[in-house]
């Protein structure tokens, strides 16, 4: 027993339960057509989720705050890109795929940047002055998610608005007998790349060691004379511009959005995050990826269990290992 | 309310009450004195159904006190217990048919199903930072209201639960009848069943309130009280934080799925709106915090403020957003739709400026940090 645990460790330990979800999905689906859609279709959203879920887990790892108001972002995100597209739409539904793409790229940077600013806002008036309380940052947060939401019903309106999507990232790609959405494998390219990315910062650069050794000790960082506080507005607003950018995605993903949207996906951020363990991107990947294949595999397995089954997950996850599967914060 | 503050006094007649307090504890007994002889102060329809609801609140907005204001624990999972008890009150009232023996059944059923749930994801989450059990009701709770609207054919879904509740509370049930046969009134008030279900709800909420007075007073308020201060130091002196945790999470629930009987029972309707929707947490985290946290008693004040402002802000937005129908976006965001929006302003800067809320500001205790 110790050895078997022992090599699963050395073969990656947690990283493959995600792969374990999936040959435990193809005994029960046993359509292996079947078996890719859904597989693809979960990676790509597990992608779109992990966008939001990243964020708020480093801002978590790095001060402690917990950031309720998170979806704010998301929602924020998803409309300012379903307005830019519908702006654009000759250029969206014209014949140029670079056209195509580049009115979505000004989409997503749109919702990107907007995002960034309202994290500027939202750190220096909103979280700021009640850090290291978790009672009232939690309330506040609260709070903060009431108004966003309410302005966000004020500016929209309450109707569901349609978000045209891209020509070129229209219908399927067909491999032998097996047709996978365009988009899917779009959100999957670039959520990859963002991972790419984020694990290069951290590891690479000071930047990123500085924030790898603020989620570990921060006084310890301070004492050496770093100014914290200035570094962890900069990872605020970068992860509440992931969020956006993930809400944007997410946007052209369902292609008619409403403004309960942020809720809704709140929910998804919170139990990848719990998943995953707080202050990881690895563990925010590792929970998205199984969130979102748990939920394709049940929707189409067992349609009525859809919404508890990631309930269960997190409980399951959460009586096994208590913190998460890969925390970078200790209790 | 009454007795709970008589207690108080007697209880500590050598020291001299601070004004605060002494204010406090006179508003609280005044609004138990209005909300005891409401159906003859106000007699109408209307009044009469916003006396209920502060009765059925002030319990609400208490139990989840003992959770945020004495124990520290921030739970968003407090109108699912609270719907779990309306919810399964109404289901036996409309397969069982109007009777007590159906009121009872469901209430037992529902008290049982919120203990059990309080005492999984108390077992399950407690043990972890507070941040994160906050998390997880979210996410319970959240499963449970598209549960509830999912399940129509158990809970009528988005439209809910219409059913009838014993004749012995219909307004056509004469409780004294006078020599001809006509329900006896009391200072014009007539004595009927609509009379005997008003006070069967005010009584149960008092008794209620009561009981929580003394849970926060007795040896467990206070070790809960410690936890809330100093975990470890808790933990140290050799208290079980988890189970004391646990506990007091559970009485919650099981309060507030009572306050959800009386509810269900009042309203003869059951839905996601008016017993399980994320409005109404909003709402008791707006009523605790304005209240004061960690008092009670702040309850009862946060209670009355917030459903009266609920309906008077209503009007005196119509009134602003008609005056300022010119200005662009102005009008959208004075709609009355949109008095949320001000009311989570309003809970941003009293979060900010006024942490203990009204009763624990002039208490001069209770909220921390």
């Known amino acids: 027993m110790k050895a078997l645990s022992a090599n699963i460790e050395r073969f990656g330990g947690v990283y493959l339960l995600p792969v374990a979800l999936a040959v435990i999905a193809f005994v029960l689906i046993a359509q292996p057509s079947t078996w890719v859609t859904l597989t693809v279709a979960g990676l790509a959203m597990g992608m779109m989720i992990f966008l939001m879920a990243s964020g708020l887990s480093l801002i978590f790892g790095l001060m402690d705050v917990l950031n309720f108001g998170h979806s704010a972002f998301v929602s924020f995100g998803a409309f300012v890109a379903a307005s830019v597209l519908a702006a654009m739409a000759s250029w969206v539904h014209g014949e140029s795929a670079a056209l195509n793409l580049l009115a979505l790229m000004l989409a997503i940077a749109a919702a990107t940047a907007l995002g960034a600013a309202l994290g500027w806002f939202f750190e220096r008036v909103i979280v700021k002055p009640v850090y290291k309380d978790h009672l009232r940052q939690i309330l506040i947060t609260m709070g903060a998610l009431i108004v966003a939401e309410q302005l966000i019903l004020a500016i929209w309106g309450g109707v569901p608005i349609p978000v045209p999507r891209p020509r070129v990232l229209e219908g399927s790609v067909v491999i032998g007998n097996v047709a996978i959405e365009t988009y899917r494998i779009f959100a999957f390219v670039l959520g990859a790349l963002v991972y790419a990315a984020l694990h290069l910062v951290l590891n690479r650069t000071r930047v990123g060691l500085l924030i790898r050794a603020g989620v570990e000790n921060r006084e310890m960082v301070e004492a050496l004379g770093f100014r914290i506080d200035r570094l962890f507005i900069a990872v605020f607003m970068a992860g509440s511009a992931l969020a956006a950018m993930g809400g944007a995605m997410w946007a052209g993903y369902q292609s008619l959005i409403t403004p309960a949207l942020g809720a809704e996906l709140m929910i998804l951020v919170f139990i990848v995050v719990i998943i995953g363990g707080l202050g990881s991107i690895e563990g925010s990947l590792l929970g998205a990826i199984m969130v979102g294949l748990v939920a394709n595999y049940v929707a189409f397995l067992f349609p009525k269990m859809a919404l508890a089954s990631n309930m269960i997950l997190m409980m399951a996850i959460l009586l096994w290992r208590p913190f998460g599967l890969k925390p970078a914060v200790k209790g | 309310m009454t007795a709970a503050t008589l207690e108080t006094a007697a209880a500590t007649p050598a020291r001299r009450i601070p004004m605060g307090r002494a204010i406090v504890y006179g508003v609280v007994l005044a609004i138990g004195l209005v909300l005891a002889t409401a159906p003859f102060l106000f007699p109408d329809v209307r009044s009469q159904e916003v006396a209920a609801r502060i009765c059925i609140f002030i319990v609400l907005v208490a139990s989840y006190d003992l959770l945020i204001g004495y124990t520290g624990i921030v739970s968003f999972a407090h109108t699912m217990f609270f719907g779990l008890g309306a919810y399964a009150t109404a289901i036996a009232l409309k397969t069982m048919g109007p009777g007590f023996d159906a009121i009872l059944l469901g209430g037992a059923l529902g008290v049982l199903a919120a203990l059990v749930l309080a005492i999984l994801i108390g077992l399950l989450s407690l043990r972890v930072k507070a941040i994160f059990f906050a ?206 929006l001000w009311l989570g302003v309003l809970f941003i800067l009293l979060v900010y400026f006024f942490p203990a809320g009204i009763a624990g500001t002039l208490i001069g205790k209770g909220g921390h940090k």
């Open chain 2, 135 to 340: 998390m997880v009701t979210l996410a319970a709770a959240s499963v449970m209201l598209v549960l509830a609207s999912q399940l129509s054919d158990f809970t009528g879904g988005e439209d809910g639960i219409t059913y009838d509740i014993p004749r012995f509370f219909a307004p056509a049930n004469k409780l004294f009848e006078d020599a001809d046969g006509k329900v006896v009134r009391l200072f014009g008030v007539a004595l009927n069943g609509r009379l005997a279900l008003y006070y069967f709800v005010f009584v149960t909420a008092l008794v209620l309130f009561v009981l929580m007075l003394r849970i926060v007073r007795s040896p467990l308020g206070t070790v809960l009280e410690a936890i809330r201060e100093n975990e470890m130091r808790a933990e140290a002196i050799g208290y079980r934080v988890v189970a004391y945790r646990t506990a007091i999470f559970c009485i919650a629930a099981v309060i507030a799925a009572i306050a959800g009987i009386l509810r269900a029972v009042w309203l003869k309707y059951t839905g996601p709106e008016v017993a399980l929707s994320f409005a109404i947490m909003i709402d008791i985290l707006l009523m605790v915090v304005i209240g004061g946290m960690g008092t009670i008693v702040g309850a009862v004040i946060g209670v009355v403020i917030m459903t009266l402002a609920q309906f008077y802000l209503k009007d005196l937005m119509e009134v602003a957003a008609h005056a300022t129908a010119d200005v662009p976006l102005l009008p959208d965001l004075l709609n009355p739709e949109r008095w949320l």
